[in-house]
């Protein structure tokens, strides 16, 4: 399995403010993953991060709302910026492990925001 | 675009007892792969099993072991043996291969959440 650290696990934000998650990996990897997953929800893919390139957005998120950076293929941080209530989720990145075609996850971070 | 569908929104087992949750999913594609992962309270998530869907033989972890039916686009998971740390939100999910570009995320159903009754 992967080693993924992710930080912040948790955190309570002001509305209009941003909060930059961070996700770092054990190893080399290709593709990193940023999830949401609302309160009671399913995980819904926001975008793909691949080092090297403007990461691919999903239907429905947008890159000002969520700036992904990859600087190298160890690392990837997402923003959430000018964050409102319906912005309280948790935001999970994983990643692809290669040549396993297995996905593994960060541990999450839980965001509030009042 | 494909979707995954979890028709059981609880479900809840006797300890020790055997319990199937259901999964069925929609796609055009011949290549893929579907998992079940699992989040407990402390929301990690848990990859419980691995399904290539160009092989046959249905895939086995120890007590998780899944019924996959290409032609139905059915994945079901079969747990055995019920345990109380079984006891969590289960997650089904899909991902496209490698030949189809393989670069997508996965695609999770809503989930099923299993209760292990002592």
Aim: aromatic share 10%; charged share 15%; with cysteine.
């Amino acid at each position: 399995s992967a080693v993924i650290s992710q930080k912040p696990s948790r955190d309570i934000c002001q509305r209009g403010t941003s909060l930059t998650i961070q996700c770092q990996v054990d190893s080399q990897v290709t593709m990193m993953f940023w999830y949401r997953q609302q309160p009671g929800q399913s995980l819904t893919l926001i975008a793909t991060a691949n080092q090297g390139s403007e990461a691919t957005y999903e239907s429905g998120f947008v890159i000002d709302k969520f700036p992904i950076s990859r600087p190298n293929l160890t690392f990837s941080t997402l923003t959430v910026s000018n964050m409102s209530p319906e912005d309280s989720s948790i935001y999970l990145c994983s990643v692809v492990r290669p040549g396993l075609e297995k996905l593994f996850f960060g541990s999450g971070t839980q965001l509030s925001v009042l | 675009a494909q979707t995954v569908t979890q028709s059981q929104p609880e479900m809840s087992v006797q300890e020790a007892e055997t319990v199937t949750l259901s999964c069925t999913y929609d796609t055009s594609e011949s290549d893929y792969y579907l998992f079940w992962y699992k989040q407990p309270p402390s929301r990690q998530m848990i990859l419980v099993i691995r399904q290539e869907a160009y092989k046959q033989q249905n895939a086995t972890e120890n007590r998780f072991s899944v019924n996959f039916q290409k032609a139905a686009k059915s994945f079901s998971l079969k747990i055995s043996d019920s345990q109380l740390g079984d006891a969590a939100m289960y997650f089904c999910a899909y991902r496209r291969g490698m030949t189809g570009g393989g670069a997508d995320g996965l695609t999770f159903g809503k989930g099923t959440h299993l209760i292990i009754q002592p």
